[in-house]
């Protein structure tokens, strides 16, 4: 039987005409996903030449050109007019970068700083527009909370409010539960959690009013049990928790609510060795005497130059997220969740389809691999064998009668 000409003339045709319109609108790329997608289409056009009639070959090949160039299309997005923006956290990483392309696109910028006279301060004094304004915020202070609050309602009055960014966070060790202050969980709850629902909740009347968005930045370590993160992770869980309840709650009032679960990005605070280093050694110098003589201070290092080593590999582009956080802000339908960042899709999947010493390993594998204690190292004192482990094998109770 003749077969139709390869490549399906006619469907091709109409696959083109739809990627070049789609690129002079700008609802699509020119990049990876759409030179993967034509690759794709191109195997499966090969298979229905020699599977199917060239008539069902032909409507094939479009009907899956078209779908395919469909989900590739950037969602429709609304215009960003008079549109007012709060941002937390813009010192350093992804709130400065989001408030100077958030300010490049005509949005009235309100960026929170730590400190006015920060770098990031004087830099986004320098680049940005006037229609920028800076505050001065600490989330661990409801009086700079309240400040924030009755500045954001005095100065949005016109415009309204029409999105929040929760972008700042903290974490202050790495380091074993065991290892970690309690101190340390209650602070990066205070900063994580506490503080962004203060603020939250106190910009709700504005939000409601203008319908708008919530965009908040969470952490893959809030959804894996990460190595030396539990301080920064539980308090990250608990927020995205609320965030979704959140959405739940304001969607009668047309607020949309995302979180950006990002990679490994190398910010400045991410890459301040000098920092880690300083609490690493304030950490060894709080442990008890016999945490530290049950660890030993090489376990503590050994850490330490492994959590500095992942910090190596992190991206040094911070677009993705920026990206991700205008999407959640203009998208006429945001996603409730954004995974800008390598690897993602395939840490998720490991740990939610693979079992948990698999996921267990794999993490430690990609971010810190422990050493043993010293106490469980050969030829050291080891602790009394626990009442509920298992029997040695070598040393059973059959064995011993």
């Not at 006619?10 to 319109?21: D, Y």
């Not at 993967?36 to 409507?59: E, G, H, M, N, S």
């Not at 923006?85 to 300010?103: H, M, P, R, S, Y």
Request: charged share 20%; aromatic share 8%; glycine share 6%.
């Amino acid at each position: 039987m003749e077969r139709w000409p390869w490549p399906s003339g006619g469907a091709w045709l109409l696959v083109a005409a739809r990627a070049l319109l789609q690129l002079l609108r700008a609802d699509l790329r020119l990049g990876r996903p759409l030179l993967a997608t034509l690759a794709l289409l191109a195997v499966l056009d090969w298979l229905c030449q020699r599977l199917l009639p060239p008539l069902a070959a032909l409507a094939v090949l479009a009907a899956a050109g078209w779908i395919a160039l469909s989900r590739l299309a950037r969602p429709a997005r609304l215009p960003v007019a008079t549109r007012a923006v709060l941002i937390t956290g813009c010192d350093t990483g992804f709130g400065k970068e989001t408030a100077k392309q958030l300010d490049a696109m005509g949005f009235t910028v309100l960026a929170t700083v730590l400190d006015l006279d920060s770098p990031g301060a004087r830099e986004l004094r320098a680049c940005c527009s006037p229609h920028l304004k800076l505050l001065q915020m600490d989330l661990t202070k409801s009086e700079d909370i309240n400040h924030v609050l009755e500045f954001t309602k005095a100065h949005t009055s016109s415009t309204g409010l029409w999105g929040l960014v929760n972008n700042a966070g903290h974490n202050e060790v790495v380091a074993d539960v065991e290892l970690s202050p309690v101190t340390t969980f209650r602070h990066c709850m205070e900063i994580n959690f506490f503080g962004t629902l203060e603020l939250t909740k106190g910009l709700l009347p504005l939000l409601r009013r203008s319908r708008g968005r919530i965009v908040t930045i969470g952490s893959p370590a809030g959804d894996m049990p990460y190595p030396c993160l539990a301080a920064y992770g539980a308090s990250k869980a608990a927020m995205v928790l609320l965030m979704d309840t959140f959405s739940c709650e304001l969607l009668p009032w047309g607020v949309k609510v995302s979180v950006i679960q990002p990679g490994c990005f190398r910010t400045e605070s991410v890459l301040d060795v000098n920092r880690w280093e300083l609490r690493k050694k304030l950490l060894l110098a709080d442990l008890p005497p016999e945490l530290l003589q049950a660890y030993g201070e090489d376990y503590v290092e050994h850490l330490h130059q492994q959590f500095l080593h992942s910090l190596r590999l992190a991206v040094p582009d911070l677009s993705p997220v920026v990206d991700s956080i205008t999407d959640a802000l203009l998208a006429a339908q945001p996603r409730r969740r954004y995974y800008p960042g390598q690897g993602l899709g395939l840490m998720y999947f490991i740990h939610f389809y693979l079992p948990e010493a698999f996921r267990r390993r794999f993490l430690q594998m990609f971010f810190i691999s422990h050493c043993l204690p010293r106490a469980l190292q050969p030829g050291q004192p080891g602790p009394p064998p626990s009442q509920d482990s298992p029997p040695n094998p070598g040393h059973s109770p059959a064995a011993s009668r």
